[in-house]
């Protein structure tokens, strides 16, 4: 069922003016005859169209402000970086692990500067054979 209105009753449905309407029609928006609409093919018109875009420069204006936000944090941490009080993750992690290399290489020669004394040289091997494997398990962030 087709509902066919004038101009005036279009734009008073839409709440717009004539002169919109036009623009509209410049647009896309589809039109019967001069002054006269199908209601329903205008609403569907406007409904893809200008309902649709305005979402779509919505959703854009929000990604804009995503975006902005994630160059200013970027920028807040390159200069907390720049100061000193902010390390890079890669240069902490690298660093952990030099001292977990160096502490293991440090464990495994304490048994050969105990060598005078067996058997502070045999109990020292297995507890520090011990430490060596309770951390070396795979546990939190290192499971990963």
């Given at each position: ?118 058997e502070a040289k ?23």
């Open positions: 069922m087709e509902i066919v209105v004038n101009s005036k009753q279009a734009a008073e449905f839409f709440g717009v003016s004539r002169a919109t309407l036009s623009d509209w029609t410049r647009q896309g928006c589809p039109k019967l005859s001069y002054g006269k609409w199908n209601l329903q093919a205008v609403f569907r018109w406007w409904s893809d169209t200008i309902i649709s875009s305005s979402e779509v420069r919505e959703e854009l204006q929000r990604e804009r402000l995503r975006l902005q936000k994630a160059k200013a944090d970027i920028g807040e941490m390159e200069a907390t970086e720049m100061k000193g009080s902010l390390i890079r993750r890669d240069e902490v992690a690298q660093e952990l692990v030099n001292r977990v290399y160096t502490l293991k290489s440090d464990l495994l020669a304490l048994p050969k500067r105990l060598a005078r004394w067996p045999e109990i020292s091997h297995k507890y520090v054979i011990q430490l060596l494997k309770t951390y070396s398990r795979q546990a939190g962030v290192f499971a990963k």
